[in-house]
C-alpha cells in the first residue's frame, strides 16, 4: 500500500478530510500521520521519510531543499486549496514530484460569490439600501441597470473568471472581457466577447477583477480606469487586492459617489485600522469570504481524493500543477 501523511493546517484538514474521505484513502493507503503541522517536522521526521503521498491543505511546508532531503519517497501532493505558489519549488519539479491542487474547486463558491453580487449590482442594491437607510423614505422613479441587456465586463478568463461567465450565461446580459491570454474561439464558445480593458470598465455597469496577482498585474486597476466607469457602476474584486491602485481607487470613489465598489480582498489584508476604505460609503469590504470556507473545504478534500484514486490508477490526472503553469497562476 501506498504510504500517506495528511501534513497542514489541523483545523483546515479536518474540514478537508472528513471521516468518511479518510476511511476512503485508509483503503487504499497505509496513513503513517494524521494532521500533523508544520511545527511538528522534527518529531514525525521518522514518517516523513517514509511518505510517498502528502494529503494537505493550507498550511503545508514549503517543498525546499531540506524538506525533500528529508522525504526522499515522496512521489505526490494532493493540496485541498488554491494556489501551489507557497509551497511549490523547482526542486520538487526537478524530482518530478506531482502535485495537483483543488483551485479549480476553490473556484465555484468565488463565482457563486460573483454571481450574487453581479445581480444586486444591476439591481443597484447597494445604493439603495444604503440610501433608504440615510433618508428612512422610499424614493419614485428609481433607475436600476437590471439584468436585461446590461454590460458586465470580466477582467481576465481564469478557472474564476470561466465559471462566472458560464454562471452569467443564462441571463439576457452582454458579456465582456479582457484577457491578453485568452483564446478568442474559447471566449466565443462561453459567449464573451474580447476587448480592451478601456472599453470594459467605461462600457460596462459592472466590472469583476478574476486576475492573478503578478508583478505585471500590480496596480493594474488605476484611478483613471474607475473614474472612467459609467454612472451608478460597480466595480467586484474577488481575485487579489493589489491589482487595485487602493490609494487611486479610495480618491476616485470619494470623487464618484455614484460608483460602488465591492471588495473581497484588500492590500494589505485586512486593510490598516485608518484606511479611508472604512470611511467611504460606496466601499463595501468583506473579509475574504468569496473563496472556500467552513464546509465548502470539504468539496476540495473530495475533488483531491478523486484525484489521488485517478493517480493510482494511472489515468490522466484533472488538476496537475506543471512547472510551466505557475507562472500564469496566482
Avoid at 494529503?55 to 511546508?61: E, I, M, N, Y
Wanted: hydrophobic share 45%; net charge negative; glycine share 6%.
Amino acid at each position: 500500500m501506498v504510504s500517506a501523511i495528511f501534513l497542514g493546517s489541523k483545523k483546515h484538514l479536518k474540514l478537508a478530510f472528513p471521516k468518511d474521505l479518510r476511511t476512503e484513502i485508509r483503503h487504499h493507503c497505509d496513513v503513517l500521520g494524521e494532521d500533523a503541522e508544520s511545527s511538528d517536522l522534527v518529531s514525525r521526521s521518522e514518517d516523513i521519510s517514509k511518505v510517498e503521498v502528502i494529503f494537505s491543505t493550507w498550511g503545508v511546508p514549503k517543498l525546499d531543499d531540506e524538506f525533500l532531503k528529508a522525504a526522499p519517497h515522496l512521489k505526490a501532493l494532493f493540496y485541498a486549496a488554491g494556489s501551489v505558489k507557497g509551497f511549490a519549488t523547482p526542486g520538487a519539479y526537478d524530482r518530478e514530484i506531482v502535485i495537483s491542487s483543488a483551485w479549480a474547486a476553490n473556484a465555484v463558491p468565488v463565482a457563486e460569490y460573483t454571481l450574487a453580487t453581479v445581480l444586486l449590482s444591476l439591481k443597484q442594491f447597494w445604493t439603495y439600501s444604503r440610501r433608504v437607510s440615510e433618508t428612512r423614505r422610499f424614493g419614485h422613479d428609481l433607475e436600476v441597470a437590471g439584468a436585461y441587456r446590461s454590460k458586465v465586463g470580466l477582467v481576465s478568463l481564469g478557472a474564476v473568471g470561466k465559471l462566472v461567465a458560464r454562471k452569467l450565461a443564462p441571463f439576457d446580459l452582454d458579456l465582456l472581457a479582457f484577457d491578453p491570454f485568452a483564446d478568442a474561439e474559447a471566449a466565443q464558445e462561453l459567449g464573451v466577447s474580447l476587448i480592451s480593458l478601456e472599453e470594459i470598465f467605461s462600457t460596462c455597469e459592472v466590472v469583476s477583477l478574476h486576475t492573478p496577482w503578478l508583478p505585471e498585474t500590480e496596480g493594474l486597476i488605476t484611478g483613471n480606469l474607475i473614474r472612467s466607469m459609467k454612472q451608478g457602476a460597480t466595480l467586484i474584486n474577488t481575485s487579489r487586492g493589489a491589482v487595485i491602485n487602493e490609494p487611486e481607487l479610495c480618491k476616485a470613489l470619494a470623487e464618484r459617489p455614484d460608483l460602488t465598489a465591492i471588495l473581497d480582498v484588500t492590500y494589505p489584508e485586512p486593510p490598516a485600522s485608518d484606511s479611508p476604505l472604512f470611511a467611504l460609503p460606496n466601499a463595501i469590504v468583506t473579509p475574504h469570504i468569496a473563496g472556500s470556507l467552513s464546509g465548502e473545504i470539504t468539496r476540495m478534500g473530495r475533488w483531491m481524493v478523486d484525484e489521488f484514486l485517478r493517480y493510482l490508477e494511472g489515468q490522466p490526472l484533472k488538476h496537475a500543477i506543471t512547472r510551466q503553469m505557475l507562472d500564469r497562476m496566482a
